[in-house]
């Protein structure tokens, strides 16, 4: 994965609660295990004018030409509950996507983000709901930073937010790492700790 430090980048604003997974990516949509030839269904049941089609919807927001090249999103409580599938945030990266920006995040949803290198930012209600109404005012005119080094978003009108990412996560983000590379990190400490282990219990490694 790339790593995330600083994203500067247009956002677009989404605020809508409890975003569910088959909204994101119905299931109708995914035909396929990998990663890739997702991002056309994307957010399908809103995006698009009839269910199956391509023909987009002018008034959904990723439809604007102001947020068409957006890399943020900016939605509602409860982002990305209903069911745990990944290809959810698959799609959102695949998109573009490097960050969404919400009050809160269903937990398995979140984890995946992390370790595809999405960045799920967390602010407060008031904070979410207040940014959303710059960039509506705004049109895309004005980029977002979300800067993962320091934890700080920095929008138009001087909106500053502050959110926290645990270490593993943010390490994980910082350095482009999925869960085994970062796991691999402590090879070292791993090896010592089998070599003593191999001593003490020889049995095991029959």
Same mark, same amino acid.
């Given at each position: 994965?790339?790593?995330?430090?600083?994203?500067? *980048? !247009?956002? %677009?604003?989404?605020?809508?609660?409890?975003?569910?997974?088959? &909204?994101?990516?119905? +299931?109708?949509?995914? $035909? /396929?295990?990998?990663?890739?030839?997702?991002?056309?269904?994307?957010?399908?049941?809103?995006?698009?004018?009839?269910?199956?089609?391509?023909?987009?919807?002018?008034?959904?927001?990723?439809?604007?030409?102001?947020?068409?090249?957006?890399?943020?999103?900016?939605?509602?409580?409860?982002?990305?509950?209903?069911?745990?599938?990944?290809? *959810? !945030?698959? %799609?959102?990266?695949?998109?573009?996507?490097?960050?969404?920006? &919400?009050?809160?995040? +269903?937990?398995?949803? $979140? /984890?995946?983000?992390?370790?595809?290198?999405?960045?799920?930012?967390?602010?407060?209600?008031?904070?979410?709901?207040?940014?959303?109404?710059?960039?509506?005012?705004?049109?895309?005119?004005?980029?977002?930073?979300?800067?993962?080094?320091?934890?700080?978003?920095?929008?138009?009108?001087?909106?500053?937010?502050?959110?926290?990412?645990?270490?593993?996560?943010?390490?994980?983000?910082?350095?482009?790492?999925?869960?085994?590379?970062?796991?691999?990190?402590?090879?070292?400490?791993?090896?010592?700790?089998?070599?003593?282990?191999?001593?003490?219990?020889?049995?095991?490694?029959?």
């Amino acid at each position: 994965m790339d790593p995330l430090t600083i994203l500067t *980048a !247009v956002a %677009a604003p989404l605020l809508r609660a409890n975003i569910d997974t088959d &909204a994101i990516i119905p +299931s109708r949509e995914m $035909r /396929s295990v990998s990663k890739s030839g997702l991002a056309d269904g994307l957010f399908a049941g809103w995006r698009y004018l009839t269910i199956g089609s391509r023909d987009p919807d002018p008034a959904f927001v990723l439809n604007q030409p102001a947020f068409a090249r957006a890399r943020i999103l900016v939605g509602g409580e409860n982002f990305g509950c209903g069911s745990s599938r990944e290809h *959810a !945030v698959w %799609a959102l990266a695949e998109y573009g996507f490097r960050a969404v920006i &919400a009050p809160s995040f +269903s937990p398995i949803f $979140r /984890s995946n983000c992390v370790r595809n290198g999405v960045a799920p930012v967390v602010l407060s209600e008031a904070e979410v709901v207040r940014l959303a109404e710059i960039l509506t005012a705004d049109a895309g005119h004005t980029p977002v930073t979300v800067d993962v080094r320091d934890q700080t978003v920095v929008g138009p009108e001087g909106f500053v937010g502050h959110f926290e990412l645990d270490s593993e996560s943010r390490e994980m983000l910082l350095h482009g790492l999925d869960a085994i590379e970062l796991t691999l990190r402590s090879g070292e400490a791993i090896d010592a700790f089998t070599t003593r282990d191999r001593a003490l219990r020889p049995w095991v490694y029959l």
